[in-house]
C-alpha cells in the first residue's frame, strides 16, 4: 500500500472535523444559552428592562407585610413519632352543599382525595371537645399549635391586639360574602396569618391586600390590576375573589388543609407534592421536603389565630372593635383627586383613603367615565352636588423606570441580579441585622424582582 503524503492526511481529517463541528455546534449554543451565568445576546428592541415600572410595583401607600413565622425553633416539629393527637386534615372538613352552582366547578371534572373520617382523642377533656366542637372549621391542638399560640400571645401581643381590631371592622362583611359561598365563617381569621387584614399590605414576592393575591391570580379572578387601580386592595371584592378561589381550591384538593396549603404555596405545587410523594393528605406531605417550611406551618399557624381570635380574652387581648366598614357610593365621571374632594366636601382625606384603598394614586382613575367611589354614609348627595366645583386632577408622568418607590419614611429598592443582603447592607449603610427586621427575613436569601424596605 502506497503511503499516503501530508497533503493527503489533510483533507480527510479536514473534512471530519468540519462534520463533527456541524453537529456539535447546535448543542453547543444550547448549553450557552440555557446556563445563568452567560446570559444570550438579544436584539435590542426585545429586552425588557427589569427596573421598568410594573402595574404591581409597590406605590407610597403600602407597607411591607408586618405577619412573620415563629423562630424555626419554636415551629419545627420534633421528629416524628407515634402520637394519640388526631391529624389537621382528620378534623378540617366542610360538607358542600349538594348541587349549588358555586361548589361546581371542579367537582365534576376532577376525583379530589378520598375524605378522611373525623377522629376523636380520648385523652382531651370533655370541655375541650365541647370547645373545638363549635368551630364551624374544626381545631386540633398540638405541639405546633401550641408554639404558633404562645409566640401570637407573648413575642408579638401588640401586633396581634392590632390585627383583631382591624379584622373587626371588616369580619361581618367577609363573614356573609363567605356563606354566600358556603364557605365556614371561621376562614375568615386566614386573613390574620395573611396580612392582620391590611389592605396595603405588601410582600417581597408582590402578593398584595388583605388575601394576599398575586397579580396572575387576582386578574384570573377577576380584579382589576393596573398602574391607577388595584382591586387586590379593595376590602369587598378581594373578598369575593378570595372566597371563589378557597372554594375552587377545595372541590380541587377536598379537604381544607390541603386546600389552604394551595392557597400558600400555589395549586400546582401541592399537587406535584401529592403525585410525587404518592400522598393523600395534608399530614403526609408536610413530613417531606417538597413543600416549604412556611407552608407547613400554615395550618397550624391558621387554627392558632382562629383559637386566639375566638378567645381573646383567655389570652390576655382586649375585646375592642372598630367601626364596621359602611359607605355609600358616588359616581365620578372624571378624574379627582382625595384632597380636592376633602377640600370642597369637609370629608376627611384619611377617610377617603380608608373608604377607597384600591385607588393607588389617591385619585379616581383616568378614562373612567362612572367610576364609583366609596364616601362615608350620607355624603353621597353633597358629593354629587359639590362635584362640578372640583377641579380635574392630572396625573403626573409615570416614570419609565423605578429602581425607588418613597412609602413615608422608607423607600423600596427592587433587587436585582448579583445583589446580596450583605452587598445592599454595605451599599445603604443599613445594618444587616435592621435590614432582615425591616423586611421580616428569616434567612438571608434574596431573589431578583423582589422588592425591600429601605430604612433605619
Not at 404591581?56 to 420534633?78: F, G, K, M, Y
Not at 434567612?443 to 431578583?448: A, K, L, S
Given at each position: 500500500m502506497t503511503p499516503l503524503r501530508p497533503g493527503h492526511a489533510i483533507l480527510p481529517m479536514a473534512l471530519f472535523l468540519g462534520m463533527w463541528l456541524s453537529f456539535s455546534t447546535p448543542l453547543i449554543m444550547v448549553v450557552?444559552?440555557?446556563?445563568?451565568?452567560?446570559?444570550?445576546?438579544?436584539?435590542?428592541?426585545?429586552?425588557?428592562?427589569?427596573?421598568?415600572?410594573?402595574?404591581?410595583?409597590?406605590?407610597?401607600?403600602?407597607?411591607?407585610?408586618?405577619?412573620?413565622?415563629?423562630?424555626?425553633?419554636?415551629?419545627?416539629?420534633?421528629?416524628?413519632?407515634?402520637?394519640?393527637?388526631?391529624?389537621?386534615?382528620?378534623?378540617?372538613?366542610?360538607?358542600?352543599a349538594d348541587n349549588s352552582p358555586s361548589t361546581m366547578r371542579f367537582s365534576e371534572a376532577l376525583n379530589p382525595?378520598?375524605?378522611?373520617?373525623?377522629?376523636?382523642?380520648p385523652s382531651r377533656n370533655a370541655t375541650d371537645h365541647a370547645e373545638y366542637a363549635s368551630y364551624n372549621v374544626p381545631i386540633v391542638m398540638d405541639s405546633s399549635v401550641q408554639a404558633h399560640i404562645r409566640y401570637f400571645n407573648t413575642a408579638i401581643h401588640g401586633r396581634f391586639e392590632e390585627w383583631l381590631l382591624r379584622l373587626s371592622r371588616y369580619q361581618p362583611l367577609v363573614e356573609t360574602i363567605f356563606t354566600e359561598f358556603h364557605l365556614p365563617s371561621d376562614l375568615v381569621y386566614l386573613s390574620l396569618v395573611e396580612s392582620g387584614f391590611n389592605p396595603y399590605a405588601y410582600s417581597?414576592?408582590?402578593?398584595?391586600?388583605?388575601?394576599?393575591?398575586?397579580?396572575?391570580t387576582a386578574k384570573a379572578y377577576g380584579l382589576r390590576v393596573d398602574n391607577y387601580v388595584d382591586e387586590r386592595r379593595d376590602p369587598i371584592k378581594s373578598t369575593v375573589a378570595a372566597a371563589r378561589y378557597l372554594r375552587d381550591l377545595y372541590d380541587l384538593f377536598g379537604t381544607w388543609p390541603l386546600?389552604?396549603?394551595?392557597?400558600?404555596?400555589?395549586?400546582?405545587?401541592?399537587?406535584?407534592?401529592?403525585?410525587k410523594a404518592r400522598a393523600e393528605s395534608f399530614s403526609e406531605i408536610s413530613k417531606t421536603r417538597l413543600i416549604r417550611r412556611e407552608t407547613k406551618e400554615y395550618v397550624p399557624?391558621?387554627?392558632?389565630?382562629?383559637?386566639?381570635?375566638?378567645?381573646?380574652?383567655?389570652?390576655?387581648?382586649?375585646?375592642?372593635?372598630?367601626?364596621?366598614?359602611?359607605?355609600?357610593e358616588a359616581i365620578i365621571a372624571r378624574t379627582v383627586h382625595f384632597r380636592a374632594?376633602?377640600?370642597?366636601?369637609?370629608?376627611?382625606?384619611?377617610?377617603?383613603?380608608?373608604?377607597?384603598?384600591?385607588?393607588?394614586?389617591?385619585?379616581?382613575?383616568?378614562?373612567?367615565?362612572?367610576?364609583?367611589?366609596?364616601?362615608?354614609?350620607?355624603?353621597?348627595?353633597?358629593?354629587?352636588?359639590?362635584?362640578?366645583?372640583?377641579?380635574?386632577?392630572?396625573?403626573?408622568?409615570?416614570?419609565?423606570?423605578?429602581?425607588?418607590a418613597s412609602a413615608g419614611p422608607s423607600r423600596w429598592y427592587k433587587v436585582r441580579l448579583g445583589d446580596t443582603l450583605g452587598k445592599l447592607s454595605k451599599r445603604f449603610r443599613?445594618?444587616?441585622?435592621?435590614?432582615?427586621?425591616?423586611?421580616?427575613?428569616?434567612?438571608?436569601?434574596?431573589?431578583?424582582?423582589?422588592?425591600?424596605v429601605i430604612s433605619r
Open positions: 450557552e444559552a440555557a446556563t445563568p451565568s452567560e446570559p444570550a445576546m438579544a436584539d435590542s428592541s426585545t429586552l425588557v428592562d427589569e427596573n421598568a415600572a410594573t402595574e404591581d410595583d409597590p406605590d407610597a401607600n403600602l407597607v411591607p407585610l408586618d405577619t412573620e413565622d415563629p423562630p424555626p425553633e419554636a415551629t419545627t416539629p420534633p421528629t416524628a413519632t407515634i402520637s394519640s393527637v388526631p391529624r389537621a386534615e382528620d378534623l378540617l372538613q366542610l360538607n358542600p382525595p378520598a375524605e378522611l373520617a373525623q377522629t376523636q382523642d417581597r414576592a408582590k402578593a398584595t391586600g388583605p388575601w394576599q393575591f398575586m397579580k396572575g386546600a389552604m396549603a394551595a392557597y400558600n404555596a400555589g395549586e400546582g405545587k401541592v399537587m406535584r407534592a401529592l403525585h399557624r391558621f387554627m392558632a389565630a382562629t383559637i386566639i381570635a375566638r378567645n381573646p380574652d383567655r389570652y390576655g387581648f382586649t375585646q375592642e372593635s372598630a367601626a364596621p366598614h359602611q359607605f355609600d374632594i376633602a377640600n370642597a366636601t369637609g370629608i376627611p382625606y384619611e377617610e377617603l383613603r380608608l373608604l377607597n384603598p384600591e385607588l393607588r394614586r389617591d385619585a379616581t382613575p383616568p378614562g373612567d367615565e362612572a367610576y364609583h367611589l366609596k364616601v362615608p354614609v350620607g355624603m353621597k348627595a353633597k358629593v354629587e352636588q359639590l362635584i362640578d366645583h372640583i377641579p380635574t386632577y392630572k396625573f403626573p408622568r409615570l416614570p419609565a423606570k423605578a429602581q425607588f443599613i445594618p444587616l441585622k435592621t435590614l432582615k427586621t425591616k423586611n421580616n427575613l428569616s434567612d438571608p436569601t434574596i431573589r431578583p424582582g423582589d422588592f425591600l
